[in-house]
């Protein structure tokens, strides 16, 4: 189950393994096997069509509540956790910067499954 909401990408944070990501372009030392990731393609993409996340079966940025006790007056969630679209949350900043607001999936996690220490 999900449900689409609008954050901006600041509120929305990644994992220890992922920081890179949300360094500059430049930075980024995002290599699967001996294949550079083709970052100028994603890029491309974003400057012709924007974030558009129909426009793929996949499209979608994914996050999960980060802290489920953390919520603002209106009881909205504040902070999220990057799950899926680190590419796309990576090209959103370096595109529009962080108070850029976005819509996303909040999805349900199995807390259980989950162990990070």
Known sequence: MWMKIK???SDIKGL???????NSLEDNSDVYGKEQYKWNVLLKSFK????????FKKGW???TPLGL???NDTNTIKKFLLREGHHRVAICKYLYGDDYVIEVHVIEVQLATHRYG
Request: zero cysteines.
């Open 48 to 55: 012709k069509h924007g974030y558009d996340p129909t426009r």
């Open 7 to 9: 954050t901006k990408l």
């Open 16 to 22: 220890p393994h992922s920081t890179a990501f949300f």
């Open 61 to 63: 940025i994914k996050v």
């Open 69 to 71: 006790w953390e919520h």
